[in-house]
């Protein structure tokens, strides 16, 4: 356990960083509290967001998920599920900025259960690819609703002149946290969206978050600053569009997809679909748009603040 001083001290800093970069957060903004995988030592103190983004199942939402308390006949493997070729959409109707933007549409239809590690050099390992959370007044699971958010953004995107290379464009996919990653940057976007939405056992609980390393990664300490700040740009502007309470930038080193990624990345949680009237909202047409215009407006941001102009 480490020392009530030093998590105040670890908080301050990140606060202190905040502010520089975009104003004071709001008083609220912690994540949610039921956080299901331990936090790192570099992880800022207080509640985390609940359950962990690439690890949760939509069988079940339990408070840990145990890839070993899985049957052998749901788990997935890259022998039984077909992978599919993305490829880069162009615009069309007027010139490229030059720009490739990777979009992740999290999870896929199966999960895949196999152990990776969470990073370059770590002992620590989690399942390659869950097949995410479940909706819970819609049913609609996680996977698909970020695969239509996803597509979405990508038009939108290239509407606005960007390249978009997409993960994955169907659920029947077998693709881990890692080499999502190893895809983005090969790819060669200069960015990488991942795209969750949230869950708890708290029903109750709402609102948008954008994930990011900790300052102090021992995987991609000099893309700590980027990722902060595309975090910090996609998130306000969400704020902006939607109206949804701000729950804040949680950085942890737990995640495999940041962790692997050579480029600037960021996790968005899209609301929490435990939350019954989240859920719902989530699947309008209107609200929809909302997320899609705040996280493009996003990017638009970060590179004004990458390129100064």
Not at 14 to 37: K, L
Not at 50 to 61: F, G, I
Request: glycine share 8%.
């Amino acid at each position: 356990m480490k020392l009530k001083s030093i998590f105040i001290l670890i908080f301050v800093v990140c606060m202190i960083f905040a502010v520089s970069c975009s104003g004071e957060a709001p008083a609220d903004a912690q994540p949610d509290e039921n956080e299901q995988e331990p936090s790192m030592e570099t992880d800022p103190p207080g509640p985390q967001p609940s359950p962990d983004p690439e690890s949760v199942d939509n069988t079940e939402l339990t408070d840990t998920v145990n890839p070993e308390d899985t049957p052998e006949d749901t788990q997935g493997t890259s022998e039984d599920t077909p992978e599919e070729t993305p490829g880069i959409t162009l615009p069309t109707g007027q010139e490229s900025n030059g720009i490739i933007i990777a979009i992740d549409p999290g999870h896929q239809r199966r999960g895949n259960y196999t152990q990776e590690r969470i990073g370059e050099g770590s002992s620590q390992t989690k399942p390659m690819v869950s097949s995410g959370t479940t909706g819970a007044a819609t049913k609609i699971p996680e996977y698909e609703l970020t695969l239509e958010i996803s597509l979405q953004l990508r038009d939108e995107l290239v509407s606005r002149g960007y390249e978009v290379f997409m993960i994955r464009e169907t659920h029947d996919v077998d693709i881990s946290n890692r080499t999502r990653a190893e895809m983005a940057a090969e790819s060669g976007a200069s960015i990488f969206i991942r795209i969750h939405a949230n869950g708890s056992t708290d029903s109750s609980a709402h609102g948008i978050l954008t994930i990011s390393p900790t300052s102090k990664t021992p995987f991609i300490p000099t893309l700590y600053s980027r990722c902060r700040a595309l975090s910090q740009c996609i998130l306000d502007e969400m704020i902006e569009t939607t109206g949804a309470k701000n729950r804040g930038i949680w950085e942890t080193d737990t995640m495999t997809g940041i962790n692997w990624s050579t480029i600037p990345v960021t996790i968005v949680e899209l609301g929490f679909m435990t939350n019954p009237d989240e859920d719902r909202r989530m699947q309008t047409p209107e609200y929809q748009q909302k997320l899609v215009e705040g996280m493009a407006n996003g990017i638009d941001f970060f590179f004004i603040f990458e390129f100064g102009d």
